[in-house]
């Protein structure tokens, strides 16, 4: 994060049932400040960790029944053990524990929430320094690498650990793949910074092609999953566009799974790729956090 100036970040916040948006300022080695509804708190001069900042905005927003929907406030998020005045990010330690290939991986702490997000009640774990972390998304070098996933069949298995075990089924020697592309995305909700396009692949055929797209912001390297389903468009132009935050260890998941597709725009493939996209997507409508696009994001 560039701290020269004050940047200001779209961040939803959530009291009970009810959830709104709101903004929190940031500046280097200098108070934090957050506001939601009628409620504006600054936090303490002190520190020069933006970690002690935030939390104790934190803090004082829950005397007021708020708390933000960010990766900050989220149990399975670590703060990094030498964390330094620049630095705001920590990592996610969220994965699925029958995944081979998860390691903890940077996000912001402002990142948005996604459907795995569980309100932390304890102070912040912190990050032991000899554990190995992913490089961040937008620095993810090596997204060939693959590892054999033994199979396992657990008796009463959750939706979620069946659309696993579906996954690595489907999951064996990848094709060839056509070159990872680089594109430009739309702005992330929270930073208002372009995002970079991962993986795009189109679902389905005619006209209820359904185009998945998986982005990421390289400032608070949020990974979002989206598909815009085409046959909607007309109809239904609330439900044609959907936007996910997804955890970046199933980002990974999904970069690979689309690097295993020749033809990722060819909706009439039938390949694990299409079918894990198409599913995936399936499963984010029924049990993701979808959020809304919020282009009001402001930078001063
Ligand atoms: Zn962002
Ligand atoms: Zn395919």
Redesign the pocket.
């Given at each position: 994060m560039a701290f020269w100036r004050v940047e200001t970040y779209t961040v939803a916040f959530a009291r009970e049932t009810t959830e709104q948006i709101g903004a929190v300022r940031v500046r280097q080695q200098a108070p934090w400040e957050a506001e939601v509804a009628d409620v504006s708190v600054v936090s303490p001069h002190a520190s020069a960790s933006p970690f002690d900042h935030f939390e104790a905005l934190t803090a004082q927003l829950a005397e007021h029944g708020w708390r933000p929907l960010v990766c900050g406030a989220c149990v399975h998020f670590r703060r990094p053990f030498d964390d330094a005045p620049d630095n705001w990010k920590g990592v996610c330690t969220w994965g699925e524990p029958e995944d081979p290939v998860y390691i903890p991986t940077p996000r912001a702490l402002l990142a948005p929430a996604c459907h795995r997000f569980m309100f932390r009640e304890t102070p912040m774990e912190i990050v032991p320094a000899d554990e190995p972390i992913a490089a961040s998304a937008s620095t993810r070098a090596d997204t060939e690498a693959t590892i054999a996933i033994q199979a396992s069949d657990a008796p009463h298995a959750s939706l979620w650990q069946r659309f696993w075990q579906w996954v690595k089924r489907l999951w064996q020697s990848p094709?060839p793949a056509e070159e990872p592309f680089s594109h430009v995305g739309p702005r992330c909700p929270t930073c208002g910074v372009h995002t970079v396009v991962d993986a795009r692949?189109t679902c389905g055929g005619g006209q209820t092609a359904v185009v998945c797209t998986l982005f990421h912001c390289t400032h608070c390297e949020t990974t979002f999953f989206d598909t815009w389903n085409e046959a909607l468009v007309e109809t239904a132009p609330q439900e044609a566009a959907r936007l996910y935050v997804i955890p970046p260890s199933l980002a990974n998941v999904a970069v690979r799974m689309w690097r295993?597709?020749?033809?990722?725009h060819?909706h009439t493939?039938?390949?694990?790729?299409?079918?894990w996209f198409a599913h995936f997507g399936q499963f984010l409508y029924q049990e993701g956090r979808r959020i809304e696009p919020r282009t009001h994001v402001s930078t001063i």
């Amino acid at each position: 994060m560039a701290f020269w100036r004050v940047e200001t970040y779209t961040v939803a916040f959530a009291r009970e049932t009810t959830e709104q948006i709101g903004a929190v300022r940031v500046r280097q080695q200098a108070p934090w400040e957050a506001e939601v509804a009628d409620v504006s708190v600054v936090s303490p001069h002190a520190s020069a960790s933006p970690f002690d900042h935030f939390e104790a905005l934190t803090a004082q927003l829950a005397e007021h029944g708020w708390r933000p929907l960010v990766c900050g406030a989220c149990v399975h998020f670590r703060r990094p053990f030498d964390d330094a005045p620049d630095n705001w990010k920590g990592v996610c330690t969220w994965g699925e524990p029958e995944d081979p290939v998860y390691i903890p991986t940077p996000r912001a702490l402002l990142a948005p929430a996604c459907h795995r997000f569980m309100f932390r009640e304890t102070p912040m774990e912190i990050v032991p320094a000899d554990e190995p972390i992913a490089a961040s998304a937008s620095t993810r070098a090596d997204t060939e690498a693959t590892i054999a996933i033994q199979a396992s069949d657990a008796p009463h298995a959750s939706l979620w650990q069946r659309f696993w075990q579906w996954v690595k089924r489907l999951w064996q020697s990848p094709a060839p793949a056509e070159e990872p592309f680089s594109h430009v995305g739309p702005r992330c909700p929270t930073c208002g910074v372009h995002t970079v396009v991962d993986a795009r692949l189109t679902c389905g055929g005619g006209q209820t092609a359904v185009v998945c797209t998986l982005f990421h912001c390289t400032h608070c390297e949020t990974t979002f999953f989206d598909t815009w389903n085409e046959a909607l468009v007309e109809t239904a132009p609330q439900e044609a566009a959907r936007l996910y935050v997804i955890p970046p260890s199933l980002a990974n998941v999904a970069v690979r799974m689309w690097r295993s597709c020749a033809t990722p725009h060819n909706h009439t493939c039938d390949c694990q790729a299409h079918r894990w996209f198409a599913h995936f997507g399936q499963f984010l409508y029924q049990e993701g956090r979808r959020i809304e696009p919020r282009t009001h994001v402001s930078t001063i």
